[in-house]
């Protein structure tokens, strides 16, 4: 039991290749080593008590290929993961949900991305929960959009070359040599700065105090962007609307995958140092070991 928890600590810290070659063992071995005390340590858990749900993807090798994970917002802790982002992630998610105790009823709200997908899902699997978009998925679009104004722009305006991580950062956050630039090309009335005050907006409507208050600052922000004559922005304004209530349900809730993101870096951490994995299966029981909150003790005696 000793070599198969001192398997299960170096496993969660660095890849096990190099374990491998540290302990002079096939890593084959390994990985059945580890495989079994993670799958183990999950069927012992207990999903009854789980309300809220966050549910992302990242990314499982270069390409299009992913993997979704469903965390437990109040817990801290992933709950599954499978290869896909399809509405039969979801499907998967709740069958494995219930063989843990949970109950989809008992499902309160559910954090996502606008993924059509987990969308259409969540409905068919979890149709008590309330829906809410993800505030930071939808910054990011909007940061999308204002970039992608920016480089068209810039072919007509050369000093907008190379200032794209000008435009991400909020006024207050400027070095002095930044804010100079930033004031010069805002006085220009340029496009760009048009793009950046709605972003400004965006901001200023998630930190409204109650949902009335964003809804009326929503509904500015929209008639802005569909009437900006900036067909990134006016792209984005007609997906705000599509998703109005999802958007909107932040506000009762409060409810972000803020923490699901730091587990995507740790994933992603653990993916690079280890140059890749061979298989999904792999990639799925490393993000178990450190992000599942798994209790091995109760496996091993």
């Keep these: 039991m000793l070599f198969e928890a001192l ?8 890849p096990v290749l190099a374990i491998a070659r540290l302990v002079r063992e096939h890593d084959t071995r390994l990985w059945r080593i580890i495989k079994h005390y993670v799958q ?57 949900f219930e063989e843990h105790g949970g109950k989809p009823e008992n499902i309160k709200t559910v954090v996502c991305d606008m993924c059509q997908a987990y969308l259409h899902g969540i409905r068919e699997k979890f149709s008590r929960a309330v829906i809410i978009l993800d505030k930071f998925h939808l910054i990011k679009l909007m940061n999308e959009a204002l970039d992608e104004v920016r480089r068209v722009e810039q072919k007509e ?3 907008l070359k190379n200032t794209r991580y000008l435009w991400l950062k909020n006024p207050s956050d400027l070095t002095a040599k930044q804010k100079d630039l930033f004031e010069d090309l805002s006085r220009r009335n340029l496009k760009t700065a048009r793009a950046y005050r709605m972003k400004l907006a965006l901001q200023e409507v998630y930190q409204s105090p109650d949902r009335a208050t964003a809804e009326e600052g929503l509904r500015r922000l929209y008639w802005w962007l569909v009437h900006s004559r900036l067909g990134p922005m006016k792209e984005l304004g007609r997906t705000i609307k599509a998703h109005w209530e999802e958007i909107l349900n932040y506000f009762d809730h409060r409810g972000t995958n803020g923490v699901l993101e730091a587990v995507n870096g740790l994933v992603q951490a653990a993916r690079l140092k280890a140059r890749g994995y061979r298989n999904v299966d792999n990639l799925i029981t490393i993000v178990y070991l450190i992000a599942g909150k798994l209790r091995f003790e109760t496996c091993m005696g």
């Design 40 to 96: 183990e340590a999950r069927a012992k858990e207990d999903f009854s008590q789980v309300e809220e749900v966050g549910m992302d993807e990242t990314a499982c090798s270069r390409g299009q290929n992913y993997i979704s994970l469903f965390y437990d917002l109040q817990g801290r802790r992933v709950l599954f993961a499978t290869l896909g982002r399809e509405a039969f992630s979801v499907a998967y998610f709740a069958k494995d």
């Design 157 to 159: 305006v050369k000093e």
């Design 7 to 14: 398997v299960l600590a170096m496993a969660a810290q660095m």
